[in-house]
Nanobody
Framework: QVQLVESGGGLVQAGGSLRLSCAVS????????MGWYRQAPGKQRELVAA???????NYGDSVKGRFTISTDNAKNTVYLQMNSLVPEDTAVYYC??????????????????WGQGTQVTVSS
């Protein structure tokens, strides 16, 4: 029903930058919020950044001032600009969308949809 496709991960040296993109498609009625989470080996998945449909943002403490989340609502796409990367940012980054999909001709309940994940590796 709803698909999330991420792109933009890769290998970068410490101090460098990367930009992640996530396009949301499918039978979308409305998107309430989108965000990025990450999971490093042996650690729990954690919030990186999130943005609501009204534009309110929330960032994890470790990325404040370095990462910026933004959206192109016309394209149902969310971006994560990551600057001043450090090795501790190495993780698989997952895109998330809290959205209501069409259920027949009606809107379904809000549901958290996830992308497949993209690897970000920061070398020291």
């Amino acid at each position: 029903q709803v698909q999330l496709v991420e792109s933009g991960g890769g290998l970068v040296q410490a101090g460098g930058s990367l930009r992640l993109s996530c396009a949301v498609s499918g039978s979308i009625f409305t998107i309430n919020a989108m965000g990025w989470y990450r999971q490093a080996p042996g650690k729990q998945r954690e919030l990186v950044a999130a943005i609501t449909s009204s534009g309110s943002t929330n960032y994890g403490d470790s990325v404040k001032g370095r990462f910026t989340i933004s959206t192109d609502n016309a394209k149902n796409t969310v971006y994560l600009q990551m600057n001043s990367l450090v090795p501790e940012d190495t993780a698989v980054y997952y895109c998330n969308a809290n959205a209501r999909a069409f259920n027949g001709w009606r809107a379904g309940d809000p549901y958290d949809y996830w992308g497949q994940g993209t690897q970000v590796t920061v070398s020291s």
